[in-house]
C-alpha cells in the first residue's frame, strides 16, 4: 500500500460555538475524517471560568482546540490545513490559538501549512461536521475533560 503524500485537511463546524447545544468540529483528509463534539455544558463553564477573557476570545479558543484534536488524529508530515472562515477578522487569532494546541499535543505542523478560507458546502468535513456518525474518529470533551482543556489553552 503507498503512503499518500502531503494531503489537504479541511476543517469545519456544524454550528457556531456561541450557539447553544454541542458543538461539532471535523477534520477530513480525503476519505478519512475525525469529528470533536465540544459538550454545551462545557462550554458554560469555560465561559465561567475565563471571565477574564471576552466571550469572543473562549469562542476562538474553543473552535481552535477542537480543530487541533480532530487534526491530531489525521495529520501525516507535510499535510495543509484549512480552516474554515466562521469567524471572519479573526482568522489569524484562531491559526496561532491551533498552532500552539497542535504543539502541545505533539504535532509538527509547519506555521506556514495553517490557512484560513472557506470551506464549502460540498467538502467532506461538511457532511461530517452535520452527521457525526460518518466520522473514522470521534472525540467528546465534557465536563470531565475541563482540566485537559484547559491545559491545552495555556488557562491553568
Not at 469545519?12 to 461539532?24: A, L, Y
Not at 488524529?73 to 479573526?90: A, F, H, I, Q, W
Not at 465534557?142 to 489553552?153: E, M, P, Q, T, Y
Given at each position: 500500500m503507498r503512503k499518500e503524500l502531503m494531503a489537504q485537511i479541511y476543517i469545519?463546524?456544524?454550528?457556531?460555538?456561541?450557539?447553544?447545544?454541542?458543538?461539532?468540529i471535523a477534520a477530513a483528509r480525503g476519505k478519512k475524517s475525525c469529528v470533536v463534539i465540544i459538550d454545551r455544558r462545557l462550554k458554560r463553564m469555560m465561559?465561567?471560568?475565563?471571565?477574564?477573557?471576552?466571550?469572543?476570545?473562549?469562542f476562538l479558543s474553543l473552535f481552535a482546540l477542537g480543530a487541533a484534536l480532530a487534526v491530531s488524529?489525521?495529520?501525516?508530515?507535510?499535510?495543509?490545513?484549512?480552516?474554515?472562515?466562521?469567524?471572519?477578522?479573526?482568522e489569524v487569532a484562531i491559526e496561532e490559538i491551533f498552532y500552539s494546541v497542535s504543539l502541545k499535543l505533539s504535532k509538527n505542523i509547519n506555521k506556514k501549512d495553517i490557512a484560513s478560507s472557506k470551506v464549502g458546502k460540498r467538502c467532506w468535513a461538511d457532511l461530517v461536521a452535520r452527521s457525526p456518525d460518518l466520522a473514522n474518529y470521534k472525540i467528546r470533551l465534557?465536563?470531565?475533560?475541563?482540566?485537559?482543556?484547559?491545559?491545552?489553552?495555556g488557562w491553568e
Open positions: 469545519d463546524q456544524s454550528i457556531k460555538i456561541e450557539q447553544r447545544g454541542d458543538s461539532k465561559l465561567k471560568y475565563s471571565r477574564r477573557l471576552t466571550r469572543k476570545r473562549v488524529k489525521l495529520y501525516e508530515k507535510e499535510d495543509k490545513v484549512t480552516l474554515d472562515e466562521e469567524y471572519e477578522g479573526n465534557d465536563i470531565k475533560d475541563r482540566a485537559r482543556v484547559l491545559k491545552l489553552l
